[in-house]
Nanobody
Framework: VQLQASGGGLVQAGGSLRLSCAAS????????MGWFRRAPGKEREFIAG????????QYADSVKGRFTVFRDSAKSTVYLQMNNLKPEDTAVYYC???????????????????WGQGTLVTVSS
């Protein structure tokens, strides 16, 4: 499975961005998908995840109410809509995928199988 993330950029605090992650997998509907980020000097952290059936979504507390993860099966793409961005959201954002379960995304991402390249989001104050 190849994942191609895009949509990063520079935005002012309070602004919005939408990240996209296109999957090469023909069985996109069988993939659990998620977003992570790594800020300078910090560990990678889970941001949001969505189950293959859209039956479950999970968010980090730091982004609840501001970020929304959703998917479009017709385009084999998962999105991360980011609103009310803050300078502390500045990071490289990564998308990830796994066929097995959504739980590893927010419990132990070392179990997540597929990773895309990062896209940089910079939020200015």
């Amino acid at each position: 499975v190849q994942l191609q993330a895009s949509g990063g950029g520079l935005v002012q605090a309070g602004g919005s961005l939408r990240l996209s992650c296109a999957a090469s997998e023909r069985t996109f509907d069988s993939l659990h998908m998620g977003w992570f980020r790594r800020a300078p000097g910090k560990e990678r952290e889970f941001i949001a995840g969505i189950a293959f059936s859209d039956s479950d979504t999970q968010y980090a507390d730091s982004v609840k109410g501001r970020f929304t993860v959703f998917r479009d099966s017709a385009k084999s793409t998962v999105y991360l809509q980011m609103n009310n961005l803050k300078p502390e959201d500045t990071a490289v954002y990564y998308c990830a995928a796994d066929h097995r379960a959504l739980r590893p995304f927010y419990s132990d991402y070392n179990w997540v199988t597929y990773w895309g390249q990062g896209t940089l989001v910079t939020v200015s104050s």
